[in-house]
């Protein structure tokens, strides 16, 4: 794949209204790879006052939907597991990545980490696993 196409794969991110509403912003894709970032703000807060799982877990999907589709045909997720280490600090800048293990014609493997990248403080891990269609993202574009 092309420079072009991730550019077209982050512009769709930038577009996708959920992603918006919890404030996802695409740092790089490339082949088999992406990170996204995301701030703790208050409005991602659960009962105890640090960031719902679900945002976290949204910022893992978001880096292993990125990933799995940046060799240019449509993956969807299978199952994600995600496991919660620490929680992040008040406010803290999250990164997720996501990284291709291993890829078939017809799945895809993924292993996914959540920092604080300032710190380098480990929040989750993630493994992910796509299917992948027969469906051609670059005649999209």
């Known amino acids: 794949m092309d420079e072009k196409f991730f550019q077209s794969l982050i512009r769709r991110s930038h577009e996708e ?35 719902h799982g679900g945002a976290i877990f949204s910022l893992v999907d978001e880096a292993f939907q990125l990933a799995c589709n ?31 293990i291993y890829r078939t014609n017809r799945t895809a493997s993924y292993a996914c980490r959540v920092t604080e990248p300032l710190s380098g403080k480990l929040i989750a891990t993630a493994q992910a696993l796509a299917y992948r269609t027969k469906k051609s993202l670059v005649a999209e574009e």
């Open 17 to 51: 209204p959920f992603g918006k509403m919890i404030g996802l912003e695409v740092v790089e894709v490339g082949l088999g790879f992406a990170r996204i970032r995301m701030h703790a703000s208050s409005r991602l807060s659960n009962i105890f006052g640090t960031v």
């Open 70 to 100: 940046s060799h240019g045909v449509m993956a969807v997720a299978l199952n994600v597991s995600i496991t919660y280490v620490s929680a992040p600090g008040e406010d803290a800048l999250l990164e997720a990545s996501a990284e291709e």
